[in-house]
Nanobody, 122 residues
Framework: QVQLVESGGGLVQPGGSLRLSCVAS????????MGWYRQAPGKQRALVAS????????KYADSVKGRFNISRDNSEAMVYLQMNDLKPGDTAVYFC???????????????WGRGTQVTVSS
């Protein structure tokens, strides 16, 4: 049974930083690229960042490029999202998921964790 558990969100002032974590289980972690996605109120879930199975390549949505960094620890089946210089527009629920393709960023299925809330506000 695939499980994805996100943590690390919170309330932060503009310009602040947060580090999100996701622990995965129920599948062979190194078989999959992983991604972070976010869903803001009233908006569709959107891809934020992706990482290849062994961390060789990463890519980011234009809105977060230069501010966010995705990484993974395959020994612990963890994926991280370091978020710096946060802006109010980054406010959303953040989710991780395994991807069917690094290039498309499409998740394997519709199995999502509960996510972690990030709120950027002064």
């Amino acid at each position: 049974q695939v499980q994805l558990v996100e943590s690390g969100g919170g309330l932060v002032q503009p310009g602040g930083s947060l580090r999100l974590s996701c622990v995965a289980s129920g599948f062979i972690f190194t078989n999959y690229p992983m991604g972070w996605y976010r869903q803001a109120p009233g908006k569709q879930r959107a891809l934020v960042a992706s990482i290849t199975p062994y961390g060789t390549n990463t890519k980011y949505a234009d809105s977060v490029k230069g501010r966010f960094n995705i990484s993974r620890d395959n020994s612990e089946a963890m994926v991280y999202l370091q978020m710096n210089d946060l802006k109010p527009g980054d406010t959303a629920v953040y989710f991780c998921n395994r991807q069917s393709s690094y290039y498309s960023g499409r998740p394997v299925d519709d199995n999502w964790g509960r996510g972690t809330q990030v709120t950027v506000s002064s």
